[in-house]
């Protein structure tokens, strides 16, 4: 019986793949695990693993083409067979209903009809959000965990919940703003994938009607980002053992007249890093190529490392760790950040004795605790306040000095960093930005924050001081035009009044985007900073 193979969702936000090149050709013998195509995604070019053995019967997507996810791909099936019924139409979402009682393999297809299940409309302003494909070969998920509930607004980018797929548990990632209107399923349930997992839309508007009448063959064709499609449903066939060539049977020689290997991408990453020379690999693919397959089941010759010398007994072993949606957005905004802003660094060293008896006098108060961290978002903004430049964002088409000072404080969670704001902190005492900075960080450290506590900085903090880094540099937190990385205050020899005394010093620097501001500007807002910070008594007139 042929099998229809899709375009597969080879990332979370893949939305259609472009073949960049077939490794199988119509008439070819596929076997479970042979590489079918190298597909190119949104993000990277990924091998296509066959799931199935056969014939390959038809391409459907030429080399250099592009299709969306679950449209046809490719045919395997019986040598000869007819497959003309499963081609008119073009592709799976015409394909008729068909079973097969093989407990191997067996293609069923889900039939919709129109008069049965007509699309219907969607109030003005909400989104059916469904249960979205994770993995490659996902066919439902659960929710572990929710992290928004019913009327809670949603912003673009939070995270709404946590899904387990058949390969890991991954946070799901809204594409929408409004308020979470509709919940389809509860902790610890689970749907098959498009099915409806919640609804988003303005506040108050009534869904009854749309949660209780949906699904994934009936869904709204005019509100959702794309037309649902009957899916073909792939049994996926029991694997067969794989059979190991004997040393006497001819292996084609993977290397090509240039001398080069015949190699996958993948097999060529699994080999780094399983430590596999590659050459001593007998490849089992098209014309001799390594594959998957071949270094999975590689064993090197009894003794063949062993003549003479020492060899190493020692396990290459690692964990992978799927990267969630926070990491995700760190790297995609820093990296924007780091290669979009011309950052430039000043670094200074303050004395710190003044601060230190500022500080121990401070906290003889009752009920008055004040850390150094403190005192240094107090002096930024006052500081700010008297350099506006240094205060400012870059957009593309202005630049916008701010006169209000929003610091956001750079707070460490297990997973990464997040930035919670304090607004206004130049009108603030030290003991309001002391209080406000451990209740933020709390919250982050609970995954607690609200989108409106992370948003609106003008200035960045970042201080790495408890950890015992004495000097670093940070990446600008755009739009931001700069951000302070401060160290450890270090117990060192000093020259005061021409004599070497015990000192106490604390080194800054100041990464500045040099679109917004110069060299000397930034100079000129650090030897403010310096006066606040060594005679911090200045900052209470």
């Not at 693919?285 to 020492?310: C, L, Q």
Request: proline share 5%; net charge negative.
């Amino acid at each position: 019986m042929a099998i229809v193979v899709n375009m597969p969702r080879l990332s979370d936000t893949m939305e259609e793949g472009t073949v960049a090149t077939w490794l199988k050709k119509v008439g070819d013998k596929i076997e479970e695990g042979d590489i079918l195509a190298e597909i190119e995604t949104d993000k990277a070019t990924m091998e296509f693993e066959s799931f199935n053995e056969g014939i390959l019967l038809h391409i459907g997507v030429q080399e250099g083409e592009t299709t969306k996810v679950d449209e046809l791909l490719a045919i395997i099936g019986d040598e000869g067979e007819d497959i003309s019924a499963l081609l008119n139409g073009g592709g799976a979402a015409s394909v008729e209903a068909t079973e097969n009682k093989d407990d191997d393999a067996s293609v069923t297809v889900e039939e919709t009809k129109a008069e049965e299940a007509p699309a219907q409309e969607l109030p003005e302003g909400v989104i059916v959000v469904t249960m979205p494909r994770l993995s490659d070969t996902m066919e439902e998920g659960t929710v572990a965990t929710w992290l928004k509930k019913v009327g809670d607004t949603v912003e673009e980018g939070d995270i709404l919940a946590e899904i387990e797929t058949d390969k890991a548990t991954m946070e799901f990632e809204s594409f929408q703003s409004g308020t979470l209107l509709e919940i389809g399923l509860k902790e610890g349930e689970s749907a098959k994938v498009d099915e409806l997992l919640a609804i988003i839309g303005p506040a108050g508007t009534d869904v009854s009607g749309v949660a209780s009448s949906f699904s994934a063959s009936s869904a709204p064709a005019a509100k959702t980002e794309e037309a649902p499609k009957v899916e073909a449903k792939v049994e996926t066939p029991k694997a067969a053992p794989v059979k190991t060539e004997t040393k006497t049977k001819p292996v084609p020689t993977p290397v090509t007249e240039n001398g080069r290997l015949y190699v996958s991408p993948l097999a060529k990453k699994l080999a780094e890093e399983k430590g596999i020379n590659i050459t001593k690999v007998q490849g089992s693919g098209e014309n001799g190529r390594i594959i998957k397959r071949d270094i999975e089941n590689y064993e090197p010759a009894a003794g063949a490392a062993a003549v003479g010398k020492f060899v190493p007994t020692g396990t290459e072993d690692f964990d992978e760790v799927a990267n969630s949606q926070m990491r995700k957005a760190i790297a995609k905004s820093l990296t924007k950040s780091k290669f979009s802003a011309p950052h430039y660094y000043l670094a200074v060293e303050f004395d710190m004795d003044n601060a230190i008896a500022f500080r121990k006098q401070f906290n003889s108060i009752p009920d008055t605790k004040i850390s150094f961290n403190d005192i240094v978002v107090k002096a930024c903004a006052m500081a700010l306040k008297q350099h506006p430049q240094v205060n400012s964002q870059w957009f593309d088409d202005r630049m916008r000095l701010n006169n209000h000072v929003h610091i956001g404080v750079a707070v460490a969670v297990p997973d990464g960093l997040v930035v919670p704001v304090v607004r206004f902190a130049n009108e603030q005492s030290l003991p309001q930005i002391g209080a406000e900075v451990k209740e933020l960080a709390g919250k982050a450290r609970n995954k607690k924050l609200t989108p409106d506590e992370m948003s609106g900085s003008t200035f960045t903090v970042s201080n790495l001081g408890m950890f015992g880094i004495d000097y670093f540099t940070s990446i600008i937190n755009q739009p931001n035009s700069a951000i302070l990385s401060v160290g450890s205050i270090v117990q060192k020899p000093v020259v005061k009044e021409g004599q070497i005394v015990v000192g106490n010093t604390m080194k800054l620097t100041l990464a500045c985007d040099h679109r917004t501001v110069d060299g000397a500007t930034g100079a000129q807002f650090l030897q403010t900073l310096k006066g606040y910070i060594e005679n911090p008594v200045t900052m209470l007139v």
